[in-house]
């Protein structure tokens, strides 16, 4: 696939997770009572955007550790870079990392963990991170990280500090991604 056709189906895919939390919100919650619907406790502020940010620094830790030390990881990752993320240029890696820490964080840390609880809700985060069979040990690496998300919304109530997370984890994983692997050749 190219640039275009892979940057088209990573952002209709978070279109359609964005779209269907606001589906969900339209048809479960009653809108005349606005403290009711789960995502009005996205609270931009310096606090969410600097605790977000150490949030992010630490899931990158933890996953470079995990990612330099697990072979397997790191051959997906290299696979995950030679499918996508070689192949998109900055626009096109700040699109989608800001495009899926709002739709995957709206949905799974917003929606889905308040009904159906921290484990599951990451679980099908992680479902929704498979592309094929060789990529469980990828899976199980979100799964982790979902799970840290998970917690840090649980304990703070506060779904912007975890959307910045997302965003930022993103950003610099695939920034990091890209260059890494072009330039050592693994």
Known sequence: MNRKEIFKILVYQELFLILLSFLWIYFKYDFI?????PLSNIRISLYSFL????????LLAISSLIIFTYEPLKNNIKTINELIISKLNYLDI???????????ELLF???LQEKIGIILS????SLLHILNKDFLVYSLLTFVAGNILGNVYFYTNDLSIVIIAHIFNNLVAMIFSKNFFKKNNF
């Open 94 to 104: 700040l699109i989608i990392a800001i495009l899926s820490g709002i739709a995957e």
């Open 122 to 125: 990451n679980l099908i985060f």
């Open 33 to 37: 009572d606005i403290n009711n619907i």
């Open 51 to 58: 605790y977000g940010i150490l949030l992010s620094t630490i």
């Open 109 to 111: 840390r917003g929606l």
